[in-house]
Protein backbone atom coordinates (compact mmCIF):
# COMPACT_ATOMS: atom_id res chain seq x y z
CA UNK A 1 0.00 0.00 0.00
CA UNK A 2 1.56 3.14 -1.34
CA UNK A 3 1.78 6.22 1.18
CA UNK A 4 1.43 10.03 0.68
CA UNK A 5 5.40 9.75 1.21
CA UNK A 6 5.87 7.42 -1.09
CA UNK A 7 3.96 9.56 -3.64
CA UNK A 8 5.49 12.06 -3.10
CA UNK A 9 8.69 10.21 -3.06
CA UNK A 10 7.95 9.24 -6.77
CA UNK A 11 6.80 12.36 -8.03
CA UNK A 12 9.72 13.74 -6.93
CA UNK A 13 11.93 11.17 -8.75
CA UNK A 14 9.74 11.54 -11.44
CA UNK A 15 10.34 15.40 -11.70
CA UNK A 16 14.07 15.27 -11.05
CA UNK A 17 14.31 13.01 -14.42
CA UNK A 18 11.66 15.56 -16.05
CA UNK A 19 13.94 18.77 -15.47
CA UNK A 20 17.40 17.21 -16.27
CA UNK A 21 15.67 15.89 -19.84
CA UNK A 22 14.52 19.04 -20.40
CA UNK A 23 11.05 18.03 -20.56
CA UNK A 24 9.10 20.00 -17.73
CA UNK A 25 5.16 19.77 -17.97
CA UNK A 26 4.66 21.68 -14.65
CA UNK A 27 7.18 24.26 -14.03
CA UNK A 28 9.61 26.71 -16.31
CA UNK A 29 12.18 23.93 -16.30
CA UNK A 30 14.76 25.83 -14.38
CA UNK A 31 17.13 23.83 -12.25
CA UNK A 32 15.91 25.10 -9.39
CA UNK A 33 14.95 23.82 -5.98
CA UNK A 34 11.44 25.88 -6.28
CA UNK A 35 10.82 24.64 -9.67
CA UNK A 36 11.58 21.24 -8.56
CA UNK A 37 8.89 21.21 -5.96
CA UNK A 38 6.60 22.91 -8.52
CA UNK A 39 7.25 20.52 -11.31
CA UNK A 40 6.44 17.89 -8.74
CA UNK A 41 3.69 19.25 -7.65
CA UNK A 42 4.43 19.40 -3.82
CA UNK A 43 5.57 22.18 -1.96
CA UNK A 44 8.70 23.50 -1.27
CA UNK A 45 9.11 22.59 2.42
CA UNK A 46 7.96 19.03 1.76
CA UNK A 47 11.11 19.06 -0.53
CA UNK A 48 13.26 20.88 1.51
CA UNK A 49 12.07 19.17 4.96
CA UNK A 50 10.67 15.84 4.15
CA UNK A 51 12.84 14.77 1.18
CA UNK A 52 15.92 16.40 2.04
CA UNK A 53 18.05 13.45 0.01
CA UNK A 54 15.87 13.75 -3.06
CA UNK A 55 16.57 17.58 -3.16
CA UNK A 56 20.57 16.86 -2.36
CA UNK A 57 20.77 14.20 -5.28
CA UNK A 58 18.63 17.10 -7.45
CA UNK A 59 21.36 19.39 -6.69
CA UNK A 60 24.16 16.95 -6.98
CA UNK A 61 22.55 15.84 -10.55
CA UNK A 62 22.63 19.50 -11.35
CA UNK A 63 25.64 20.83 -10.52
CA UNK A 64 27.13 17.29 -13.14
CA UNK A 65 24.98 18.87 -15.94
CA UNK A 66 26.64 22.36 -15.07
CA UNK A 67 23.08 23.59 -14.17
CA UNK A 68 21.87 22.71 -17.32
CA UNK A 69 19.33 19.82 -18.85
CA UNK A 70 20.94 17.17 -21.35
CA UNK A 71 18.41 18.47 -23.51
CA UNK A 72 19.97 22.01 -24.00
CA UNK A 73 23.20 21.29 -23.53
CA UNK A 74 23.63 21.45 -27.60
CA UNK A 75 22.35 24.90 -27.62
CA UNK A 76 24.08 25.68 -24.64
CA UNK A 77 27.52 24.67 -26.30
CA UNK A 78 26.14 26.68 -29.61
CA UNK A 79 25.59 29.79 -27.51
CA UNK A 80 28.76 29.81 -25.89
CA UNK A 81 30.51 29.52 -29.60
CA UNK A 82 28.38 32.32 -30.79
CA UNK A 83 29.45 34.32 -28.22
CA UNK A 84 33.19 33.31 -28.89
CA UNK A 85 32.36 34.38 -32.54
CA UNK A 86 30.84 37.58 -31.80
CA UNK A 87 34.06 39.01 -29.32
CA UNK A 88 36.20 38.23 -31.80
CA UNK A 89 34.22 40.40 -34.40
CA UNK A 90 34.01 42.72 -32.27
CA UNK A 91 37.34 42.92 -31.67
CA UNK A 92 38.47 43.05 -35.40
CA UNK A 93 36.22 45.94 -35.41
CA UNK A 94 38.09 47.67 -33.45
CA UNK A 95 40.82 47.07 -34.97
CA UNK A 96 39.92 48.06 -37.91
CA UNK A 97 38.36 51.40 -36.64
CA UNK A 98 41.83 52.24 -35.36
CA UNK A 99 43.54 51.42 -38.71
CA UNK A 100 40.94 53.90 -40.67
CA UNK A 101 41.00 56.56 -37.81
CA UNK A 102 44.79 56.20 -38.39
CA UNK A 103 44.47 56.31 -42.81
CA UNK A 104 41.93 58.82 -42.11
CA UNK A 105 44.84 61.40 -40.33
CA UNK A 106 47.37 60.38 -42.74
CA UNK A 107 45.06 61.32 -45.63
CA UNK A 108 44.36 64.84 -44.27
CA UNK A 109 48.75 65.47 -43.47
CA UNK A 110 49.34 64.50 -47.26
CA UNK A 111 46.23 67.20 -48.38
CA UNK A 112 47.86 69.83 -45.67
CA UNK A 113 50.85 69.42 -47.51
CA UNK A 114 50.07 69.36 -51.01
CA UNK A 115 47.92 72.02 -50.47
CA UNK A 116 50.78 73.89 -48.66
CA UNK A 117 52.83 73.02 -51.66
CA UNK A 118 51.02 74.18 -54.69
CA UNK A 119 50.05 77.00 -52.65
CA UNK A 120 54.08 78.13 -52.70
CA UNK A 121 54.72 76.95 -56.07
CA UNK A 122 51.94 79.02 -57.09
CA UNK A 123 53.47 82.18 -55.54
CA UNK A 124 56.88 81.66 -57.09
CA UNK A 125 56.22 80.37 -60.32
CA UNK A 126 57.89 82.44 -63.10
CA UNK A 127 55.59 81.42 -65.75
CA UNK A 128 52.82 83.76 -65.74
CA UNK A 129 49.48 82.81 -67.92
CA UNK A 130 49.00 84.67 -70.92
CA UNK A 131 45.82 86.39 -71.42
CA UNK A 132 42.94 84.34 -72.75
CA UNK A 133 40.97 87.83 -74.17
CA UNK A 134 42.82 89.22 -77.26
CA UNK A 135 41.70 92.19 -78.74
Do not use: C
Given at each position: MATD??????????????LLDGRPTRSTGALTTLQLAAEAGVKRWVLTHKHVDLKEEFVRRKSEANGIPPAFQHLHARAVEAEAAARAQREENDRLR???AVYAQVILELRT??????DNNAQRSPVRGLPTNVT
Amino acid sequence: MATDHDAERDAITAAIQRLLDGRPTRSTGALTTLQLAAEAGVKRWVLTHKHVDLKEEFVRRKSEANGIPPAFQHLHARAVEAEAAARAQREENDRLRERVAVYAQVILELRTELDRRTDNNAQRSPVRGLPTNVT
